[in-house]
């Protein structure tokens, strides 16, 4: 679950990105929005990043090694001359087509023919939350359960649950319900949930309700454009779009919480085109700003005086 903020639209890049990930692994996803035409967001979804000139020479060269080495620890190296090169590209393009995408261009829309096959309903007119709770549950039960792998996997997108208008305003503990009817669901079967909801039309203790069913919860938050203290405590202040932050991270089966590294990341835009996100570096301190480079020189590497000079 992701809390959205209210001053910048960034959970709608996690959406997008969520989306687009599961239309080009071919995962089935059913988009619910409390816009009136749910189709018209599905068409900002971001098509994958295209390899560059410079990746594919990259790759080249990477394959090139990698075959000199083989040759020197094969003793038929003469076969290896006419199939092995053949046979390690054949290898290389097919897992490059398989390989997990995370990276999509937000410049480029995703082609519409991969759109069609996403199922989206809009929930701004449905009087009660059955109907999207039905909706779920027919969506569940027509995964494929075949293989395992990807194509048996799901993912459903919720934008907003709790929005205006959508009307949910006196129907709070329905809500709690449908929470806790979702997340049943994706723990007994192959399927993961996002939904983003606005903070502020929810009471502090319903808030606290939502956030407690959450397995995983973050919050999106926007940045001032100028902030002179933060752009002198963070490096690459003025690439951020946002920051995110970790609340709580799922651990099922598990009675010992995950403990994170880093909590807050920030949200880039790599090249003016895919969200990327980074954990937050601190500025260097300049030596005229304080005495602490000083002092620590001199504990480092005194001129005069003993060894232990402090």
């Not at 009307?167 to 009817?181: K, Q, T």
């Not at 601190?282 to 002092?295: D, I, K, R």
Request: positive net charge.
């Amino acid at each position: 679950m992701v809390m959205e903020d209210a001053d910048a639209p960034h959970h709608l890049l996690l959406l997008r990105n969520f989306m687009s990930q599961g239309v080009v692994h071919r995962q089935p996803v059913l988009f619910a929005s409390p816009l009136k035409d749910p189709r018209a967001f599905l068409g900002t979804l971001p098509s994958p990043v295209s390899l560059s000139k410079e990746h594919r020479q990259r790759d080249t060269l990477v394959d090139h090694n990698q075959q000199d080495q083989e040759k020197g620890l094969r003793i038929a190296w003469q076969y290896k001359k006419y199939f092995g090169d053949q046979q390690s590209s054949q290898i290389h393009n097919r897992d490059v087509k398989q390989e997990f995408s995370n990276d999509f261009d937000l410049r480029k829309a995703l082609e519409r023919q991969h759109v069609q096959y996403i199922e989206s309903m809009s929930i701004q007119d449905i009087p009660r939350l059955t109907i999207l709770r039905d909706r779920c549950s027919n969506f569940l039960s027509g995964l494929p359960r075949s293989d395992g792998g990807n194509l048996s996997a799901g993912r459903i997108a919720i934008q907003s649950l709790c929005a205006p208008q959508c009307g949910y305003a006196e129907m709070d503990w329905d809500l709690v319900a449908f929470i806790r009817f979702l997340r049943s669901i994706i723990r007994s079967s192959n399927v993961v949930a996002v939904v983003t909801f606005p903070t502020s039309f929810l009471s502090p203790a319903f808030l606290k309700r939502w956030q407690h069913l959450a397995d995983t919860l973050l919050s999106v938050r926007a940045i001032p454009d100028e902030d002179k203290d933060m752009a002198k405590l963070l490096t690459g202040y003025q690439d951020m779009l946002g920051l995110l932050h970790v609340h709580k991270v799922a651990h099922n089966n598990s009675q010992v919480p995950t403990v994170l590294e880093a909590s807050t990341f920030s949200l880039k835009l790599q090249k003016r085109r895919s969200l990327v996100l980074e954990r937050l570096n601190q500025a260097p301190v300049e030596a005229s700003s304080g005495t602490s480079y000083s002092t620590s020189g001199t504990c480092s590497g005194p001129s005069k005086g003993s060894s232990l000079d402090f």
